[in-house]
């Protein structure tokens, strides 16, 4: 089975601050993906990437960033966090060989800006 | 621009009751349809996914059909159990990019 992990569950964190989302996978897929997910407006993607060390734009990159420098580990940074960040941050991985392009998620991060 | 559209946003119904949910989406290029179960406060489930040239996929009680001409998708849960309550999202696979483009889902509950 696919597995897919989120380094937090749940995290609270102050305005202005640094904030640091890893999600690693174990089934060695080529391609990482991260959303988040609000009331009302479904899945959004931040930011993807197919390689390592290679991302692509989302439709909602502005104020993320993000790094992969492992195949299985792709990390979301927030550089300075707002309350309007407030959301459920999903990570997901797929590989290419997988004709469906079938997406695997991981549990979530809920995090909440105060 | 590909808007994926889940209605009812919410559905309560009895136990036992045979229900569809419904996903339509405006662009039909689409190289499949995925359905997805989420749990309150939990990550996502896949449950069907259906190719562009697929018209149903069956899994157990659940039954996911495709129509790309009307750009609609359904998702028929038979005999519901309570353990079926939860929030169903539909994403669409763009032929383009190979992105999901998601429904705001519906959320179900089922009454005992």
């Known amino acids: 089975d696919v597995k897919v992990t989120q380094s937090s569950r749940y995290l609270v964190k102050r305005t202005g601050e640094k904030v640091f989302l890893e999600c690693v996978q174990d089934m060695d897929h080529e391609n990482m993906f991260w959303y988040r997910q609000d009331p009302g407006l479904g899945l959004r993607l931040i930011y993807f990437s197919y390689d390592v060390k290679m991302k692509e734009k989302g439709d909602i990159p502005e104020g993320y960033s993000v790094s992969r420098e492992k195949k299985e580990r792709f990390s979301l940074i927030l550089e300075s966090a707002s309350t309007n960040q407030t959301s459920m941050y999903l990570c997901a991985s797929s590989f290419w060989g997988n004709s469906a392009y079938e997406q695997y998620f991981g549990p979530g991060t809920r995090l909440t800006v105060t | 621009k590909q808007e994926v559209t889940q209605i009812p946003a919410a559905l309560s119904v009895p136990e036992g009751e045979n229900l569809v949910l419904n996903c339509s989406f405006t662009?039909?290029?689409?190289?499949?349809l995925q359905w997805f179960r989420q749990d309150p406060g939990k990550g996502l489930t896949s449950l069907l996914l259906i190719q562009s040239s697929q018209r149903e996929q069956t899994s157990g009680r659940l039954n996911a059909s495709l129509d790309k001409s009307s750009g609609r998708s359904t998702l028929y849960i038979a005999a519901s159990q309570p353990g079926d309550s939860a929030t169903y999202l539909c994403?669409?696979?763009?032929?383009?990019?190979?992105?999901?483009?998601w429904g705001a889902g519906t959320k179900l509950i089922i009454k005992p």
């Open positions: 994403a669409a696979l763009m032929d383009s990019n190979y992105q999901l483009i």
């Open positions: 662009d039909s290029a689409i190289y499949n």
